[in-house]
DNA sequence: TTATAAAAGGACAGCAGGGTCCTTTTATGA
DNA sequence: TCATAAAAGGACCCTGCTGTCCTTTTATAA
């Protein structure tokens, strides 16, 4: 399971991208609003997500948030590198230090198979082909629809 | 991921069912240094989970940790249950207070299969089956081979 | 050039999970 | 029957993630 902080990552990235494609630069207060995630909280978010450069920002009047011409593509995996590391993409299931193919906890290879597939999603899937389907609507962002 | 408390459970009940095939009753101290697991703590869990009885002990003298007559198949999603909740097989990826087959996130469908596949992996895993892999030499309970 | 709107940043507060310590209860073997 | 070995239980501490608040910096529009 993502931390919190990676779903509001997440959620925030997708809501600029459909921002960004309407032409517009959402700030903070949107943002929140509208993944209905604390304002402060979210803040701190974006924040590090421009300071790793995943998204770019603008201040000052008729700033806020986007993503430039290098920023197109943002796997969900880099959001959760730099957001929780990949620790989670590694670890043994059964909690032990040294668990791998020769030396393999009892749960090993079945407990490979879920995290490596959750790794190919993470990687395939990205912030535009999440938007996508909001797009078309096929998913929704939020609870209630507007 | 499990909590660190669950994956100290599992490895716990694991040693007691090692230890109760070779007709013995580990005790707090024995089971924590052979799963590598602080004392206290370990104490704590395993009170947790014969409180739900999930497991037995035996107070006094010659006491100890062990599976009754009753105790025998314990499958993995019964300690998960008792220890964290079953959150994590519901829970929707993407953090989506109503996200469903009918109101889905953009990352349902595909985070559905590997959660599903990881619950019938926990349905599936018993305890005793686990313990039988190591048993045989299938696996390992720790880092160091002792 | 100045008021204002926005992000950036630092300090700190709250809380749950992880972890410890000490006391109480219970059983048993000498 | 009593010393001892063991689990049970309660109170507490610590750390990291979640979250807030306030100040600073920066850009722009008037």
Redesign the pocket.
């Known amino acids: 399971m993502l931390?919190?902080?990676?779903e509001?990552a997440i959620r925030a990235l997708v809501y600029v991208q459909l921002k960004n494609w309407e032409g517009k630069?959402?700030?903070?207060?949107?943002?929140a609003r509208e993944i209905e995630?604390?304002?402060?909280?979210?803040?701190?978010i974006?924040?590090t997500l421009?300071?790793h450069q995943l998204l770019d920002?603008?201040?000052?009047?008729?700033?806020?948030?986007f993503f430039n011409d290098e920023q197109t593509e943002l796997s969900l995996y880099k959001i959760i590198h730099v957001?929780?590391g990949d620790g989670c993409f590694h670890r043994c299931g059964f909690g032990l230090k040294s668990c791998n193919n020769e030396n393999p906890c009892p749960l090993h290879e079945q407990y490979k198979v879920v995290r490596d597939s959750f790794y190919d999603i993470v990687r395939k899937e990205t912030i535009q082909s999440l938007s996508e389907k909001i797009k078309k609507g096929e998913a929704v962002l939020k609870r209630s629809i507007t």
């Open positions: 931390a919190k902080s990676t509001y630069r959402p700030g903070v207060v949107e943002i995630a604390p304002e402060a909280f979210s803040a701190k974006l924040q421009t300071r920002s603008a201040k000052g009047r008729g700033g806020g948030f957001m929780e």
